[in-house]
């Protein structure tokens, strides 16, 4: 693959890094008052224009056959819901006795209440081969109709806004820019498919412009600093919960009794432990409102999503592999 294809394909991770070195150079430019006036236009246009792209992209009709296979969706929304929270929390509680920086912590907590994207754990479900439908299912589901409110009661009472506020912000942002984009989907449908608009690369681009105001905040900020070790420590900390994640839903999925068939375990491995990035930044923006260590509190989601991608890619091959190994059994038995 050449440098410029390379870079086309992972052009939001090398956007995500532009954007803070960008923020560190210029941080007066996205600050609140600043040129681009983040106040209004990011916490309220750009935000609402994410999930009413998310909802004007969404297939209503393949989330709607997915439905009935409720055992895999309580699966996966409890294992998202309760389980991830509660080991993070516990594992918490140990990190904590450490000199890892506790803002970094309080983000690896947010990371733990994140739901499933709408993109990356679709796509390395349908790339390996998976239930499609319910990857799709699940991601959106769980991402605009139950977890934006567990979100809330995980974390809203520790925000600096009242309950009240973030809700009605919440509806305002997220609620109705995603219902406007499923009507405006009914009747744009065959546009919509035959020219295929470039959905994800645009809240890609519009969550660059949240990343870069984040963090100028932050670098506008003297007193806040990033420490090195807590970073690197962050960072080793997220892979080894996500091999281990995805190692337990795959034992879990594929015990005997669970009656899960091998293209269910793909979706269930891939949506149980992929946190999203483009709902979790806006989500933190509206709760965290107010903190100067946002930036920091954001820090583990932004480690977090492109080791999903990575850790997934590299995966792909092996759990294809498998996949159709146990989709022979059954034939050669017989």
Known sequence: MGLLARIRKEWFIIGIVLVILSAKLQPSIGVKGGPLKPEVTIAYIAVSLIFFNSGLSLKTEELTSALLHVRLHLFVQCFTLIFFPLAIWLLLKVLALTAIDQWLLRGLQTVSCMPPPVSSAVILTKAVGGNEAAAIFNSAFGSFLVRQFFFLFHLGSSSSVPFSSIFSQLFMTVVVPLILGQVCRRFLREFLERQKPPFGAIS???????????????????????????????????????????????????????????????????CSTHKSLTLGIPMLKIVFEGYEQLSLISVPLLIYHPAQILLGSVLVPTIRSWMTSRQKRPLLSN
Do not use: H, K
């Open 204 to 270: 890609s681009a519009v969550l660059l412009m949240i990343i870069y105001t984040t963090f100028c905040e932050t670098f506008s900020n003297p007193s806040i600093e990033l420490d090195p070790t807590s970073l690197l420590l962050v960072g080793l900390i997220i892979f080894s919960i996500q091999i281990s994640f995805m190692l337990l839903t795959f034992a879990f999925s594929t015990r005997p009794g669970s009656r899960f068939s091998p293209a269910d375990t793909v979706a269930i491995m891939f």
